[in-house]
Nanobody, 115 residues
Framework: QVQFVESGGGLVQPGGSLRLSCVASGSIFSINPMGWYRQAPGKQRELVAH??????NYADSVKGRFTMSSDNTKNTLYLQMNSLKPEDTAVYYC??????????WGPGTQVTVSS
């Protein structure tokens, strides 16, 4: 069964940048559209970026600031986050972009944007 391990989170000041990574245990990236999700305290998990048919899509709240990429040879997904805002504070996860293809959720990586 595929497993995800996210990393790269941390504490950053508003306006700062972070690069998140997600490593999958299996070669799923080539057959599944993948996505980055986040969940802030008291809120539902939301899809912030995903790749389908080589086209990357972003939630309006992160468009122009976040960039998603992948290295299928390394089974690794990336999320470059620039111009971070306090409202970006959340635990970030990767998984399939398709709800019916979700694998088990990984531990996530905490991103805290605060001065």
């Amino acid at each position: 069964q595929v497993q995800f391990v996210e990393s790269g989170g941390g504490l950053v000041q508003p306006g700062g940048s972070l690069r998140l990574s997600c490593v999958a245990s299996g070669s799923i990236f080539s057959i599944n559209p993948m996505g980055w999700y986040r969940q802030a305290p008291g809120k539902q998990r939301e899809l912030v970026a995903h790749i389908i048919a080589s086209i990357t899509n972003y939630a309006d709240s992160v468009k122009g600031r976040f960039t998603m990429s992948s290295d299928n040879t390394k089974n690794t997904l990336y999320l470059q986050m620039n111009s971070l805002k306090p409202e970006d504070t959340a635990v970030y996860y990767c998984n399939s972009a398709l709800v019916n293809a979700w694998g088990p959720w990984g531990p996530g990586t905490q991103v805290t944007v605060s001065s």
